[in-house]
């Protein structure tokens, strides 16, 4: 992109993949009723270095995964990609490691 500039320069040597969290939800403004995200999404998305979706639903102890969030997390591991559940940053953290992320 013409005049833009990366703020920071990025070891991609080191960069295993990058994340960000992933609203899903709807809010009326006004008299408009605006929906944002796609139902089934996992709550972090993002990709790996090879460009693979990597998906985290995050749960409480007692949290239940959705039919939706259960049939994306389905179409993601038939396509390739990485999508798991955590209930803590532990978890999240191991199922990482364990997967080579």
């Not at 960069?15 to 969290?21: C, E």
């Not at 709807?26 to 929906?35: D, E, K, Y």
Request: proline share 4%; hydrophobic share 40%.
């Amino acid at each position: 992109m013409p005049g833009w500039k990366v703020p920071y320069e990025i070891n991609t040597d080191t960069v295993k993949g990058v994340v960000w969290r992933n609203n899903v939800g709807a809010v009326r403004m006004g008299p408009r009723f605006v929906q944002f995200g796609i139902s089934g999404m996992p709550d972090i998305v993002g990709f790996t270095r090879g460009g693979l979706f990597l998906g985290c639903e995050v749960k409480t102890d007692t949290g239940k995964v959705s039919e939706i969030q259960k049939w994306f997390h389905l179409l993601t591991l038939k396509l390739g990609g990485y999508v798991f559940v955590a209930r803590s940053y532990d978890e999240c953290d191991k199922w990482l490691k364990e997967a080579g992320l």
